[in-house]
């Protein structure tokens, strides 16, 4: 599918990744320029430029790249964390990636190898979600890190950095974000008051097949 074939859906991505990178500030993700957001649209990636405040972007400065990272039309350099988003891409099926640098999350990544199953919720995103070892950002080395770590998973920490989590739509991807903030934000608070208990993963895998009927739309 080229950018000619899809271009409502590509003026839709593009629209999107601005009202959601919006987002990013209010909903606590991130701060100033910091965070990313992309959408895969047939062999065409959307996705945020870097360096710039999001309340000052707009659609046209979404950058539009191949699936090999080079620019279909960039007026603006795409983020620099591009690797990261294109080896979700390529990896698998999903359709939009949201990399945030939340304050829970990047705490954690800090801290811990893996964010347990402190809730029953955290089915919704694959189950524990690992953390990568620490690499440069922007570097093939990330995106290494990352691509492993999200094996069987919709959500990765990124050690020292932030998080990554991965959607059928960006709606779903950036909702995903948000779960995992507070996910790690529960976990930090109860190991603050003492060991938390934890869900089996048996458990997390029969909750997990209940959550796929639960939502609903209601449309």
Known sequence: MTPGSCGEALRDAREDLVAYGRRLAPDGLAI???????????????????????DVLSSGHIC???LDGEPIEAPLGPSSELPMHLSVYRGG????VVHTHSAFA?????????????????????????????ATPGSP?????MARA??????????????????????QAYSRALLLEWLCSLYYRARLLGEPRLLDLEEIDR??????HYLQDPT
């Open 106 to 134: 990047t705490t954690l990544g800090t801290l811990i190898d893996e964010l347990p199953p402190i809730h029953y919720l955290i089915s919704l995103l694959g189950g524990p979600v690992r953390v990568t070892p620490y």
């Open 207 to 212: 909750v997990g097949r209940q959550l796929e």
């Open 93 to 96: 099926d999903a359709a939009a």
């Open 141 to 145: 080395e990330l995106a290494d890190h």
């Open 32 to 54: 100033g320029t910091a965070g990313n957001l992309s959408c895969r649209v047939g062999d065409v990636v959307a996705i945020t430029p870097r360096g710039v405040a999001y």
């Open 64 to 66: 539009l790249m191949t």
């Open 150 to 171: 999200l094996e069987g998973r919709s959500a990765v920490l990124l050690g020292n950095h932030g998080t990554i989590t991965t959607g059928d739509t960006l709606d």
